[in-house]
């Protein structure tokens, strides 16, 4: 989040709201102004949450200025760097590489303090029927060439390892070069959220939108 701390992006930055205010616990983590896995308190309960949020929250709104505009969508994305004016901020790797492939003089990296990372699953309803066939399709999609594909196909990186050496040439060095050296090791996962958490993160998140 270091568009959010450097004045050099006055104006010239977008980010998720919900996003921005987790990216920028990280960053401040990462640069020693609060302690290490302060981000991973938040989900132990509400007290703790809003201590840490409030002096995120100060933060990003003493430094307001540097955000152009909030994204919500893979198109604001895209017209954010490529019609606002926005040089840089937070992204989906999907919007950007789609760019990057078309011609787009953009770049996507994950950032030092790991890349913000969730995993979606499949879920099979206790009525199915033909569960042989449906855990041999998990099987399928989960192999490393068929991820590749998919991911080359899809316009996002994939989750399973070994799968970026099936992806077309122009995919995998693109996704290379999202995630140099350890950047894979660093991914900051979510935890399991408490049925209290969103709601007080969308209500910060919403007071940063507005402030």
Known sequence: ???????????????????ALLGLGLWLDATG????NRMLDCYK?????????DQIFAYAVERKGNFKQFWDSADSIRSGFAQNGCVIGQTWDGPVKS???????VVFMAPQEGALT??????????????DEVYAFFDYILKPETAGK???DGGYSPSVAGADEYMTAEDKKLFQAAYPED???KL????????????IRNDYAERFKVS
């Open 1 to 19: 989040m270091v568009c959010c701390g450097s004045p050099t992006y006055a104006g010239k930055a977008q980010v998720r709201p919900t996003s």
């Open 33 to 36: 102004q609060v302690p290490s």
């Open 45 to 53: 309960d509400q007290e703790t949450m809003r201590k840490i949020y």
């Open 99 to 105: 760019m990057a492939k078309d011609g787009e003089p």
């Open 118 to 131: 969730w995993m979606d699953g499949f879920a099979m309803s206790a009525a199915a029927r033909n569960i």
């Open 150 to 152: 998919i991911a080359s």
């Open 183 to 185: 950047a894979l090791d």
């Open 188 to 199: 900051w996962w979510y935890p399991a959220s408490p049925e209290w958490f969103n709601p």
